[in-house]
Protein backbone atom coordinates (compact mmCIF):
# COMPACT_ATOMS: atom_id res chain seq x y z
CA UNK A 1 0.00 0.00 0.00
CA UNK A 2 2.12 3.11 -1.13
CA UNK A 3 -1.15 5.22 -0.63
CA UNK A 4 -3.99 5.09 2.11
CA UNK A 5 -6.78 5.75 0.04
CA UNK A 6 -9.57 7.84 2.24
CA UNK A 7 -13.25 7.97 1.63
CA UNK A 8 -15.95 10.66 3.16
CA UNK A 9 -16.95 8.04 5.70
CA UNK A 10 -13.50 7.80 7.10
CA UNK A 11 -13.79 11.31 8.24
CA UNK A 12 -14.09 11.80 11.76
CA UNK A 13 -13.17 15.36 11.97
CA UNK A 14 -12.57 18.13 9.56
CA UNK A 15 -8.70 16.70 9.00
CA UNK A 16 -9.22 13.58 11.41
CA UNK A 17 -9.70 9.86 10.04
CA UNK A 18 -10.33 6.51 11.50
CA UNK A 19 -9.54 3.14 9.52
CA UNK A 20 -11.12 -0.08 9.93
CA UNK A 21 -10.71 -3.28 8.32
CA UNK A 22 -8.45 -4.09 6.09
CA UNK A 23 -6.71 -1.25 5.38
CA UNK A 24 -6.40 -0.87 9.47
CA UNK A 25 -5.39 -4.21 9.66
CA UNK A 26 -2.54 -3.76 6.26
CA UNK A 27 -1.08 -0.55 8.26
CA UNK A 28 -1.27 -2.28 11.22
CA UNK A 29 0.52 -5.71 10.39
CA UNK A 30 2.15 -4.32 7.07
CA UNK A 31 3.23 -1.13 7.61
CA UNK A 32 3.78 -1.66 11.56
CA UNK A 33 2.69 1.75 12.68
CA UNK A 34 3.06 3.25 15.84
CA UNK A 35 1.64 6.74 17.32
CA UNK A 36 3.66 9.40 15.41
CA UNK A 37 4.78 7.40 12.04
CA UNK A 38 3.76 9.08 8.79
CA UNK A 39 2.00 7.67 5.58
CA UNK A 40 1.06 9.23 2.34
CA UNK A 41 -2.68 9.05 2.11
CA UNK A 42 -5.15 10.68 -0.63
CA UNK A 43 -8.67 11.34 -0.16
CA UNK A 44 -10.84 9.41 -3.01
CA UNK A 45 -11.38 11.79 -5.85
CA UNK A 46 -9.27 14.60 -3.75
CA UNK A 47 -5.68 15.53 -3.25
CA UNK A 48 -3.09 13.56 -2.04
CA UNK A 49 -0.96 14.22 1.38
CA UNK A 50 0.28 12.82 4.74
CA UNK A 51 -1.35 11.26 7.34
CA UNK A 52 0.52 11.50 11.06
CA UNK A 53 -1.22 8.19 13.51
CA UNK A 54 -2.51 9.47 16.47
CA UNK A 55 -3.43 6.18 17.88
CA UNK A 56 -4.12 2.80 17.10
CA UNK A 57 -5.38 -0.71 18.48
CA UNK A 58 -5.59 -3.95 17.27
CA UNK A 59 -8.48 -2.69 15.12
CA UNK A 60 -8.70 0.85 14.25
CA UNK A 61 -6.15 3.68 13.65
CA UNK A 62 -6.84 7.36 14.00
CA UNK A 63 -4.82 9.73 12.03
CA UNK A 64 -4.77 13.15 11.61
CA UNK A 65 -4.28 14.00 7.40
CA UNK A 66 -2.81 17.07 5.76
CA UNK A 67 -3.37 16.95 1.66
CA UNK A 68 -1.01 19.20 -0.32
CA UNK A 69 -0.94 18.05 -4.14
CA UNK A 70 -2.94 16.83 -7.11
CA UNK A 71 -2.94 13.17 -7.93
CA UNK A 72 -0.88 12.03 -10.98
CA UNK A 73 -2.70 13.17 -14.17
CA UNK A 74 -4.96 10.49 -15.57
CA UNK A 75 -3.06 8.44 -18.44
CA UNK A 76 -5.23 9.30 -21.49
CA UNK A 77 -6.02 5.65 -22.57
CA UNK A 78 -9.63 4.18 -22.86
CA UNK A 79 -9.13 0.31 -22.65
CA UNK A 80 -11.82 -1.78 -24.14
CA UNK A 81 -11.30 -5.42 -23.18
CA UNK A 82 -12.60 -8.49 -23.78
CA UNK A 83 -13.55 -9.97 -20.51
CA UNK A 84 -10.39 -12.41 -18.84
CA UNK A 85 -11.03 -15.14 -17.18
CA UNK A 86 -11.96 -14.80 -13.75
CA UNK A 87 -8.50 -15.50 -12.30
CA UNK A 88 -7.03 -12.56 -14.01
CA UNK A 89 -10.17 -10.21 -13.76
CA UNK A 90 -8.18 -8.75 -10.86
CA UNK A 91 -5.37 -8.33 -11.36
CA UNK A 92 -5.87 -6.94 -14.82
CA UNK A 93 -7.89 -4.42 -13.41
CA UNK A 94 -5.86 -3.64 -10.46
CA UNK A 95 -2.76 -3.38 -12.83
CA UNK A 96 -4.86 -0.92 -15.36
CA UNK A 97 -6.00 1.19 -12.38
CA UNK A 98 -2.05 1.33 -11.03
CA UNK A 99 -1.00 2.85 -14.23
CA UNK A 100 -3.49 5.69 -14.00
CA UNK A 101 -6.06 4.46 -17.01
CA UNK A 102 -9.70 5.89 -15.82
CA UNK A 103 -12.06 4.31 -18.32
CA UNK A 104 -12.28 0.25 -18.89
CA UNK A 105 -14.68 -1.16 -21.11
CA UNK A 106 -15.21 -5.14 -20.25
CA UNK A 107 -16.80 -6.28 -23.62
CA UNK A 108 -17.78 -9.90 -24.77
CA UNK A 109 -16.27 -11.44 -27.80
CA UNK A 110 -16.92 -14.55 -29.67
CA UNK A 111 -13.86 -16.60 -27.21
CA UNK A 112 -14.87 -15.03 -24.12
CA UNK A 113 -16.32 -18.25 -22.37
CA UNK A 114 -20.26 -17.35 -21.30
CA UNK A 115 -19.05 -18.51 -17.87
CA UNK A 116 -17.10 -15.81 -16.78
CA UNK A 117 -19.72 -13.44 -17.36
CA UNK A 118 -21.31 -15.25 -14.27
CA UNK A 119 -18.25 -14.83 -12.00
CA UNK A 120 -18.68 -13.32 -8.90
CA UNK A 121 -15.58 -11.51 -9.31
CA UNK A 122 -17.69 -9.32 -11.41
CA UNK A 123 -19.84 -7.90 -8.63
CA UNK A 124 -19.85 -4.11 -7.99
CA UNK A 125 -17.83 -4.61 -4.74
CA UNK A 126 -15.29 -6.43 -6.15
CA UNK A 127 -14.48 -4.56 -8.72
CA UNK A 128 -14.34 -1.78 -6.41
CA UNK A 129 -12.36 -3.37 -4.31
CA UNK A 130 -9.11 -4.27 -7.26
CA UNK A 131 -9.49 -0.65 -8.70
CA UNK A 132 -9.20 1.01 -4.83
CA UNK A 133 -5.87 -1.76 -4.73
CA UNK A 134 -4.84 -0.07 -7.98
CA UNK A 135 -4.80 3.20 -6.42
CA UNK A 136 -3.38 2.19 -3.69
CA UNK A 137 -0.51 0.65 -5.80
CA UNK A 138 -0.12 3.54 -8.43
CA UNK A 139 -0.60 6.39 -5.21
CA UNK A 140 -3.59 7.85 -7.40
CA UNK A 141 -7.38 9.04 -6.30
CA UNK A 142 -8.73 9.09 -8.93
CA UNK A 143 -10.79 5.76 -9.38
CA UNK A 144 -11.46 4.66 -12.66
CA UNK A 145 -14.98 3.97 -14.28
CA UNK A 146 -15.72 0.74 -15.57
CA UNK A 147 -18.53 -0.31 -17.88
CA UNK A 148 -19.52 -4.08 -18.53
CA UNK A 149 -20.94 -4.97 -22.08
CA UNK A 150 -22.15 -8.45 -23.15
CA UNK A 151 -22.45 -7.31 -26.69
CA UNK A 152 -20.13 -7.27 -28.77
CA UNK A 153 -21.56 -5.99 -31.72
CA UNK A 154 -24.31 -3.61 -30.41
CA UNK A 155 -21.26 -2.09 -28.37
CA UNK A 156 -18.97 -1.62 -31.44
CA UNK A 157 -21.41 -0.60 -33.51
CA UNK A 158 -23.54 1.54 -31.41
CA UNK A 159 -21.39 2.82 -29.02
CA UNK A 160 -17.70 2.89 -29.49
CA UNK A 161 -18.02 4.77 -32.24
CA UNK A 162 -18.53 7.59 -30.19
CA UNK A 163 -15.71 6.72 -27.83
CA UNK A 164 -13.06 6.54 -30.03
CA UNK A 165 -13.85 9.67 -31.69
CA UNK A 166 -10.77 12.04 -30.96
CA UNK A 167 -8.37 9.38 -30.08
CA UNK A 168 -6.04 7.13 -31.60
CA UNK A 169 -7.91 3.53 -31.40
CA UNK A 170 -5.44 0.74 -31.79
CA UNK A 171 -6.56 -3.09 -31.46
CA UNK A 172 -3.62 -5.43 -30.11
CA UNK A 173 -3.70 -8.28 -32.82
CA UNK A 174 -0.18 -10.67 -32.61
CA UNK A 175 -0.54 -11.17 -36.56
CA UNK A 176 -0.91 -7.70 -37.97
CA UNK A 177 1.57 -6.25 -40.29
CA UNK A 178 2.39 -3.09 -38.38
CA UNK A 179 4.04 -2.86 -35.26
CA UNK A 180 2.68 -0.93 -32.48
CA UNK A 181 3.46 2.95 -32.16
CA UNK A 182 5.44 4.95 -29.82
CA UNK A 183 4.84 8.23 -27.91
CA UNK A 184 1.29 8.73 -29.56
CA UNK A 185 0.89 12.59 -28.73
CA UNK A 186 -2.76 12.49 -27.82
CA UNK A 187 -5.73 10.35 -26.26
CA UNK A 188 -5.52 6.61 -27.41
CA UNK A 189 -8.25 3.83 -27.45
CA UNK A 190 -6.99 0.40 -27.30
CA UNK A 191 -8.60 -2.55 -27.60
CA UNK A 192 -7.38 -6.25 -26.26
CA UNK A 193 -8.83 -9.65 -27.43
CA UNK A 194 -9.53 -12.84 -25.04
CA UNK A 195 -6.96 -15.45 -25.06
CA UNK A 196 -6.54 -16.89 -28.37
CA UNK A 197 -7.56 -13.51 -29.65
CA UNK A 198 -10.34 -11.62 -31.36
CA UNK A 199 -11.52 -13.63 -34.42
CA UNK A 200 -11.61 -12.19 -37.78
CA UNK A 201 -15.10 -11.16 -38.45
CA UNK A 202 -14.75 -9.04 -34.93
CA UNK A 203 -10.99 -7.47 -35.99
CA UNK A 204 -13.22 -6.63 -39.41
CA UNK A 205 -15.99 -4.87 -37.42
CA UNK A 206 -12.97 -2.59 -34.93
CA UNK A 207 -11.61 -1.66 -38.38
CA UNK A 208 -14.90 -0.63 -39.65
CA UNK A 209 -14.78 2.25 -37.32
CA UNK A 210 -11.43 2.96 -37.07
CA UNK A 211 -9.29 0.73 -35.36
CA UNK A 212 -6.05 0.11 -36.52
CA UNK A 213 -4.39 -3.37 -35.92
CA UNK A 214 -1.09 -3.15 -34.22
CA UNK A 215 1.54 -5.83 -33.05
CA UNK A 216 3.30 -6.31 -30.16
CA UNK A 217 5.70 -8.86 -32.10
CA UNK A 218 5.10 -12.43 -32.69
CA UNK A 219 5.41 -13.53 -29.20
CA UNK A 220 1.83 -14.06 -27.80
CA UNK A 221 1.53 -12.19 -24.46
CA UNK A 222 -1.12 -12.75 -21.74
CA UNK A 223 -3.28 -9.75 -21.33
CA UNK A 224 -1.88 -8.45 -18.20
CA UNK A 225 1.50 -7.85 -19.66
CA UNK A 226 -0.08 -6.97 -23.18
CA UNK A 227 -1.71 -4.06 -21.40
CA UNK A 228 1.20 -2.86 -19.23
CA UNK A 229 3.47 -3.20 -22.51
CA UNK A 230 1.31 -1.47 -24.73
CA UNK A 231 0.99 1.23 -21.90
CA UNK A 232 4.69 1.62 -21.24
CA UNK A 233 5.30 1.93 -25.53
CA UNK A 234 2.87 4.69 -25.77
CA UNK A 235 2.90 7.07 -23.31
CA UNK B 1 -0.92 -23.51 -24.32
CA UNK B 2 0.12 -21.25 -28.03
CA UNK B 3 2.62 -24.10 -28.26
CA UNK B 4 3.27 -27.35 -26.87
CA UNK B 5 6.80 -27.59 -26.01
CA UNK B 6 8.28 -31.13 -25.74
CA UNK B 7 11.57 -32.65 -24.97
CA UNK B 8 13.68 -35.02 -25.59
CA UNK B 9 12.13 -37.69 -23.34
CA UNK B 10 8.75 -36.80 -25.22
CA UNK B 11 9.56 -38.61 -28.40
CA UNK B 12 9.07 -42.29 -28.81
CA UNK B 13 9.85 -42.06 -32.84
CA UNK B 14 11.71 -39.63 -35.24
CA UNK B 15 9.12 -37.29 -35.34
CA UNK B 16 6.75 -39.14 -32.70
CA UNK B 17 5.99 -37.37 -29.44
CA UNK B 18 3.81 -38.93 -26.20
CA UNK B 19 2.53 -36.33 -23.97
CA UNK B 20 0.94 -37.52 -20.01
CA UNK B 21 0.59 -35.31 -17.04
CA UNK B 22 -0.18 -31.77 -17.17
CA UNK B 23 0.36 -31.27 -20.96
CA UNK B 24 -1.86 -34.50 -22.13
CA UNK B 25 -4.15 -33.25 -19.75
CA UNK B 26 -4.43 -29.46 -20.77
CA UNK B 27 -4.67 -30.55 -24.67
CA UNK B 28 -7.32 -32.92 -24.26
CA UNK B 29 -9.18 -30.52 -21.11
CA UNK B 30 -8.91 -27.34 -22.88
CA UNK B 31 -7.74 -27.44 -26.31
CA UNK B 32 -10.27 -30.64 -26.21
CA UNK B 33 -8.82 -31.89 -29.30
CA UNK B 34 -9.01 -35.18 -31.63
CA UNK B 35 -7.15 -37.60 -33.72
CA UNK B 36 -6.34 -35.20 -36.45
CA UNK B 37 -6.23 -32.09 -35.02
CA UNK B 38 -3.23 -29.71 -34.99
CA UNK B 39 -1.11 -27.57 -32.39
CA UNK B 40 1.60 -25.55 -32.54
CA UNK B 41 4.50 -27.65 -30.84
CA UNK B 42 8.29 -26.68 -30.77
CA UNK B 43 11.02 -28.52 -29.11
CA UNK B 44 13.11 -27.11 -26.29
CA UNK B 45 15.51 -25.12 -27.40
CA UNK B 46 14.83 -25.72 -30.97
CA UNK B 47 12.50 -25.72 -33.61
CA UNK B 48 8.82 -24.28 -33.93
CA UNK B 49 6.08 -26.64 -36.19
CA UNK B 50 3.36 -28.37 -36.27
CA UNK B 51 1.69 -31.39 -33.95
CA UNK B 52 -1.34 -33.50 -35.66
CA UNK B 53 -2.50 -35.54 -33.18
CA UNK B 54 -2.39 -39.54 -34.06
CA UNK B 55 -4.37 -41.03 -31.25
CA UNK B 56 -5.24 -40.25 -27.41
CA UNK B 57 -6.83 -41.26 -24.10
CA UNK B 58 -7.44 -40.08 -20.97
CA UNK B 59 -4.32 -39.45 -19.64
CA UNK B 60 -1.83 -39.31 -23.20
CA UNK B 61 -2.03 -38.02 -26.52
CA UNK B 62 -0.01 -39.15 -29.49
CA UNK B 63 1.20 -36.87 -31.97
CA UNK B 64 3.31 -36.72 -35.46
CA UNK B 65 5.55 -33.65 -35.51
CA UNK B 66 7.20 -31.66 -38.34
CA UNK B 67 9.25 -28.71 -37.41
CA UNK B 68 9.53 -25.75 -40.15
CA UNK B 69 10.66 -22.55 -38.37
CA UNK B 70 13.19 -20.87 -35.86
CA UNK B 71 11.66 -20.15 -32.46
CA UNK B 72 11.02 -15.61 -31.83
CA UNK B 73 14.44 -14.12 -31.25
CA UNK B 74 15.51 -13.70 -27.55
CA UNK B 75 14.86 -10.00 -26.00
CA UNK B 76 18.71 -8.82 -25.52
CA UNK B 77 17.78 -7.52 -22.12
CA UNK B 78 19.44 -9.21 -18.61
CA UNK B 79 16.54 -8.87 -16.28
CA UNK B 80 18.24 -7.98 -12.54
CA UNK B 81 15.15 -8.47 -9.88
CA UNK B 82 15.48 -8.08 -6.69
CA UNK B 83 13.44 -11.18 -5.06
CA UNK B 84 9.34 -10.67 -5.18
CA UNK B 85 7.37 -12.34 -2.81
CA UNK B 86 6.49 -15.51 -3.72
CA UNK B 87 3.16 -15.11 -4.36
CA UNK B 88 4.17 -12.69 -7.85
CA UNK B 89 7.37 -14.85 -7.96
CA UNK B 90 5.39 -17.16 -10.61
CA UNK B 91 3.97 -15.11 -12.20
CA UNK B 92 7.00 -12.81 -12.82
CA UNK B 93 8.95 -15.69 -14.00
CA UNK B 94 6.55 -16.42 -16.57
CA UNK B 95 5.34 -13.11 -17.91
CA UNK B 96 9.41 -12.42 -17.95
CA UNK B 97 10.04 -15.61 -19.86
CA UNK B 98 6.70 -14.98 -22.19
CA UNK B 99 8.18 -12.00 -23.49
CA UNK B 100 11.91 -13.37 -24.84
CA UNK B 101 13.72 -12.58 -21.90
CA UNK B 102 16.60 -15.22 -21.32
CA UNK B 103 18.51 -14.08 -18.36
CA UNK B 104 17.36 -13.48 -15.50
CA UNK B 105 19.02 -12.82 -11.99
CA UNK B 106 16.81 -12.69 -8.43
CA UNK B 107 18.88 -11.26 -6.01
CA UNK B 108 18.68 -9.77 -2.69
CA UNK B 109 17.92 -6.38 -1.65
CA UNK B 110 17.72 -4.79 1.83
CA UNK B 111 13.93 -4.63 1.81
CA UNK B 112 13.53 -8.37 0.46
CA UNK B 113 12.23 -10.02 3.39
CA UNK B 114 14.52 -12.76 4.38
CA UNK B 115 11.47 -15.51 3.99
CA UNK B 116 10.84 -15.02 0.89
CA UNK B 117 14.43 -16.93 0.50
CA UNK B 118 13.10 -19.91 1.82
CA UNK B 119 10.08 -20.72 -0.51
CA UNK B 120 9.15 -23.65 -1.90
CA UNK B 121 8.89 -21.66 -5.26
CA UNK B 122 12.45 -21.20 -5.44
CA UNK B 123 12.88 -25.08 -6.34
CA UNK B 124 14.70 -26.03 -9.39
CA UNK B 125 11.01 -27.97 -10.33
CA UNK B 126 8.92 -25.10 -9.79
CA UNK B 127 11.13 -22.44 -11.39
CA UNK B 128 11.45 -24.81 -14.51
CA UNK B 129 7.86 -25.31 -14.24
CA UNK B 130 6.79 -21.23 -14.89
CA UNK B 131 9.50 -20.46 -17.65
CA UNK B 132 7.66 -23.31 -19.38
CA UNK B 133 4.70 -22.29 -19.03
CA UNK B 134 5.86 -18.70 -20.31
CA UNK B 135 7.54 -20.59 -22.92
CA UNK B 136 3.78 -22.19 -23.48
CA UNK B 137 2.59 -18.54 -23.95
CA UNK B 138 5.06 -16.73 -25.81
CA UNK B 139 5.25 -19.49 -28.48
CA UNK B 140 9.17 -19.77 -27.51
CA UNK B 141 11.55 -22.86 -27.42
CA UNK B 142 15.02 -21.11 -25.74
CA UNK B 143 14.43 -21.49 -21.69
CA UNK B 144 15.75 -18.67 -19.70
CA UNK B 145 18.28 -18.74 -17.60
CA UNK B 146 17.31 -17.86 -13.96
CA UNK B 147 20.26 -17.38 -11.29
CA UNK B 148 19.94 -17.19 -7.59
CA UNK B 149 21.98 -14.26 -5.63
CA UNK B 150 21.68 -14.54 -2.21
CA UNK B 151 24.26 -11.02 -1.13
CA UNK B 152 23.65 -7.91 -3.15
CA UNK B 153 27.05 -6.59 -2.49
CA UNK B 154 29.73 -9.02 -3.36
CA UNK B 155 26.95 -9.81 -6.66
CA UNK B 156 27.17 -5.69 -7.38
CA UNK B 157 30.07 -5.55 -6.84
CA UNK B 158 32.43 -8.97 -8.41
CA UNK B 159 29.88 -10.23 -10.89
CA UNK B 160 27.33 -7.93 -12.26
CA UNK B 161 30.20 -5.55 -14.13
CA UNK B 162 31.17 -8.25 -16.41
CA UNK B 163 27.07 -8.79 -17.09
CA UNK B 164 26.59 -5.21 -17.67
CA UNK B 165 29.71 -4.45 -20.22
CA UNK B 166 28.49 -3.60 -23.56
CA UNK B 167 25.03 -3.08 -22.72
CA UNK B 168 22.56 -0.19 -21.47
CA UNK B 169 22.47 -0.63 -17.44
CA UNK B 170 18.96 0.82 -16.07
CA UNK B 171 17.57 0.16 -12.80
CA UNK B 172 14.14 1.48 -12.42
CA UNK B 173 13.66 3.70 -9.89
CA UNK B 174 10.41 6.11 -9.20
CA UNK B 175 12.04 9.28 -7.93
CA UNK B 176 14.61 9.78 -10.39
CA UNK B 177 14.22 12.90 -12.54
CA UNK B 178 15.36 10.97 -16.09
CA UNK B 179 12.59 9.04 -18.19
CA UNK B 180 13.49 5.28 -19.11
CA UNK B 181 14.53 5.75 -22.63
CA UNK B 182 12.71 4.33 -25.42
CA UNK B 183 13.97 2.31 -28.23
CA UNK B 184 17.73 1.37 -27.09
CA UNK B 185 19.03 -0.14 -29.91
CA UNK B 186 21.61 -2.52 -27.84
CA UNK B 187 21.33 -5.00 -25.07
CA UNK B 188 20.43 -3.72 -21.94
CA UNK B 189 20.58 -4.86 -18.49
CA UNK B 190 17.39 -3.61 -16.23
CA UNK B 191 17.63 -3.82 -12.28
CA UNK B 192 14.03 -3.73 -10.32
CA UNK B 193 14.39 -3.73 -7.07
CA UNK B 194 11.66 -5.03 -4.61
CA UNK B 195 8.56 -3.62 -3.00
CA UNK B 196 9.18 -0.03 -2.04
CA UNK B 197 12.12 0.06 -3.94
CA UNK B 198 15.99 0.02 -3.72
CA UNK B 199 17.24 1.61 -0.68
CA UNK B 200 19.80 4.39 -1.80
CA UNK B 201 22.83 2.68 -0.78
CA UNK B 202 21.86 0.26 -3.19
CA UNK B 203 21.28 2.72 -5.88
CA UNK B 204 24.47 4.22 -5.35
CA UNK B 205 26.21 1.04 -5.79
CA UNK B 206 24.38 0.35 -8.84
CA UNK B 207 25.26 4.08 -10.26
CA UNK B 208 29.12 3.19 -9.34
CA UNK B 209 29.01 0.41 -12.04
CA UNK B 210 27.29 2.51 -14.77
CA UNK B 211 23.60 1.84 -14.30
CA UNK B 212 21.38 4.58 -14.52
CA UNK B 213 18.77 5.39 -12.17
CA UNK B 214 15.34 6.29 -14.71
CA UNK B 215 11.58 6.10 -14.33
CA UNK B 216 8.37 5.02 -15.41
CA UNK B 217 6.97 8.17 -13.97
CA UNK B 218 5.42 8.91 -10.47
CA UNK B 219 3.30 5.77 -10.20
CA UNK B 220 4.60 3.07 -8.30
CA UNK B 221 3.90 -0.22 -9.97
CA UNK B 222 3.77 -3.47 -9.47
CA UNK B 223 6.88 -5.87 -10.16
CA UNK B 224 5.14 -7.62 -12.93
CA UNK B 225 3.95 -4.64 -14.45
CA UNK B 226 6.84 -2.70 -14.02
CA UNK B 227 9.20 -5.35 -16.06
CA UNK B 228 6.36 -5.48 -18.95
CA UNK B 229 6.02 -1.43 -19.34
CA UNK B 230 9.65 -1.20 -19.38
CA UNK B 231 9.98 -4.06 -21.92
CA UNK B 232 7.17 -2.73 -24.33
CA UNK B 233 9.33 1.01 -24.22
CA UNK B 234 12.56 -0.26 -24.53
CA UNK B 235 12.14 -2.77 -27.53
Known amino acids: MNLVLLFEEDFVGPDRVMLRGRRARHVIDVHRVSAGDELTVGVAGGGIGRGVVIRLDAEAVEMSVSLDRDPPLPLPLTLVLALPRPKVLNRVVAAATSMGIKQLYL ?12 SPRLSEDNLLLQRILGLEQGRDTILPRIELRRLFRPFVENEL ?3 VSGTRALVAHPPAPAPAPRTVPGPV ?3 IGPEGGFIDAE ?3 LERIGFEPVSLGERVLRV ?5 AMVGRLF
Chains 1, 2 share one sequence.
Not at 107 to 118: D, I
Not at 224 to 228: H, P, R
Request: aromatic share 12%; proline share 4%.
Open 107 to 118: VNAWRVEKSYWH
Open 224 to 228: ETAVA
Open 189 to 191: TLA
Open 203 to 205: IAS
Open 161 to 163: PAI
